[in-house]
């Protein structure tokens, strides 16, 4: 769990994530990750509290999808003992997405946005001013593969965000995590993980690009400095050599450069 303590910290200290009075709502999907940021935060909130003398607040809340029946029991129980405020909302995404479906799947795209939306409503009634997410490190890079395969985009989501709409911070404490050490932990801390009932787990574009990233280069003893490249290269914005400077985006467009290269193929 130190490791886990050491990333958020180190990720506050880069990203200014998390302030004094402020009242976190974590989404909680019942995975490994989400589950460890709520415990992180957790015990992050008494060290700063020691420390710094900060009073922040922090809330788990899970989003019942209702896509299968879950048993909580275990769940519950678990946030009881700690002592750490959990919710667990009720919702209708399970029919929304049933009755959305394309070709016989869900979308993962409208499930995304819908539990944005939802957990910020959530968040809204708590009084919080912040929603924590678990993504790390490894689904940072990830996501920027798939942006740049899919889209022809270099981008990937950011540490935090702020939504003037519904003026909400979207923060993720654990960016700089690695996927691997959160196994470890929630492994050894034996946490009780539920199943989110997706049809689609395991079978989704960011499972394809995981599988590609781990047998291309992680695990590839050629690549070994890959996953510290990747990550460094999400941060060191001051290096970005492309093709186009800003003032040379107003002059160009890229569909009609590359729609001309690809006629003159023909």
């Known amino acids: 769990m130190r490791t886990i303590i050491g990333n958020i910290t180190q990720a506050n200290k880069a990203f200014d994530l998390i302030q004094d009075k402020d009242y976190v709502c974590v989404g909680v999907s019942g995975g490994k990750d989400s589950m460890l940021l709520l415990e992180g935060l957790s015990l992050y909130k008494k060290i700063v509290k020691e420390k710094l003398g900060w009073d922040i ?5 899970h989003l019942k999808m209702s896509l299968c029946a879950i048993d909580y029991t275990e769940i519950t129980k678990y946030w009881k003992e700690k002592e750490v405020d959990f919710i667990i909302a009720d919702t209708h995404m399970g029919e929304i997405l049933m009755n959305k479906m394309k070709n016989n799947k869900l979308q993962c795209s409208l499930c995304s946005k819908m539990k944005k939306a939802i957990l910020i409503e959530e968040a809204k009634k708590l009084g919080c001013n912040k929603v924590a997410m678990g993504h790390h490190a490894d689904d940072a890079i990830e996501t920027f593969f798939m ?11 950011k540490p935090k965000m702020y939504l003037d709409r519904t003026d909400i911070w979207f923060i993720r404490p654990l960016i700089l995590a690695r996927e691997k050490d959160i196994k470890k932990i929630t492994n050894k801390a034996e946490m009780p993980i539920i199943p989110c ?4 787990e395991g079978f989704t574009q960011r499972d394809t690009t995981k599988d590609f ?8 003893k050629k690549w070994e400095a890959s996953y510290k490249n990747f990550l460094v290269a999400l941060m060191n914005g001051k290096e970005c050599d492309l093709w186009f400077t800003n003032e040379d985006k107003t002059k160009n467009n890229f ?8 006629e003159a193929e023909k």
Do not use: H, Q, W
């Open 57 to 61: 607040k922090v809330v788990g809340v």
């Open 147 to 157: 942006n740049l395969i899919n889209e022809g985009r270099i981008a990937t989501f």
């Open 197 to 200: 009932g997706c049809p689609m």
């Open 213 to 220: 990233l781990l047998e291309s280069f992680y695990r590839n």
């Open 255 to 262: 569909k009609d450069i590359i729609g001309k290269c690809k």
